[in-house]
T-cell receptor, first 113, second 113 residues
Framework: ETGVTQSPTHLIKTRGQQVTLRCSSQ?????VSWYQQALGQGPQFIFQ???????GRGNFPPRFSGLQFPNYSSELNVNALELDDSALYLC????????????FGPGTRLTVL | AQSVTQPDIHITVSEGASLELRCNYS??????LFWYVQSPGQGLQLLLK??????LVQGIKGFEAEFKRSQSSFNLRKPSVHWSDAAEYFC???????????FGSGTKLNVKP
């Protein structure tokens, strides 16, 4: 059984660009949640996808968007990058209907210059 | 509004000493509470969770936590800390249908030899 994987590991972008981060769920999991963890902070919930539909959203602007695919892998897209978007982006999967136990990936470190 | 407060940013304890990490939450309904640990370069790992029933819950690695509704607290404890427990610890609260999660800002634990 493979765990949650994320790609890429690190990414450097410039302000105004767009970025796509990817997540593969743990086998058998149909729910994916994305989090932003700024340096020295706790994870902030961005949104959750369950069976390819957005199932919950945190206080993030619309330029943060996502997709979940039929194989339950997921993408996080961020448009018009800002310096404050620099953070570790975490993906977590769980079995649904959305479950209490989330399994986290190692994250993607995004740096916006 | 839902929120989680971890008042202690850093804590240092000697190996073998007892540990208590504080967590206070604000949530409008019955909270679903979690403690996670994050080691450098590692994903978040669930230590324990509380939904209902016995207010003292046992987790992995010898950790336990006690839910106190009257104090809106969910403090994490360990009787004897090991050097390998040095990490960052996050308290979190989950929405009733687990479609949103709110994390505290974390407590960094250092363990002195």
């Amino acid at each position: 059984e493979t765990g949650v994987t994320q790609s890429p590991t690190h990414l450097i972008k410039t302000r105004g660009q767009q970025v796509t981060l990817r997540c593969s769920s743990q086998s058998g999991h149909n729910t994916v949640s994305w989090y932003q963890q700024a340096l020295g902070q706790g994870p902030q919930f961005i949104f959750q996808y369950y069976r390819e539909e957005e199932n919950g959203r945190g206080n993030f602007p619309p330029r943060f968007s996502g997709l979940q695919f039929p194989n339950y892998s997921s993408e996080l897209n961020v448009n018009a990058l800002e310096l404050d978007d620099s953070a570790l982006y975490l993906c977590a999967s769980s079995s649904g209907p959305p479950g209490d136990t989330q399994y986290f990936g190692p994250g993607t470190r995004l740096t916006v210059l | 509004a839902q929120s989680v407060t971890q008042p202690d940013i850093h804590i240092t304890v000697s190996e073998g000493a007892s540990l208590e990490l504080r967590c206070n939450y604000s949530y409008g309904a019955t909270p679903y509470l979690f403690w996670y640990v994050q080691s450098p370069g590692q994903g978040l790992q669930l230590l324990l969770k509380y939904f209902s029933g016995d207010t003292l819950v046992q987790g992995i690695k010898g950790f336990e936590a006690e839910f106190k509704r009257s104090q809106s607290s969910f403090n994490l404890r360990k009787p004897s800390v090991h050097w390998s427990d040095a990490a960052e610890y996050f308290c979190a609260v989950g929405a009733i249908n687990f479609n949103k999660f709110y994390f505290g800002s974390g407590t960094k634990l250092n363990v002195k030899p």
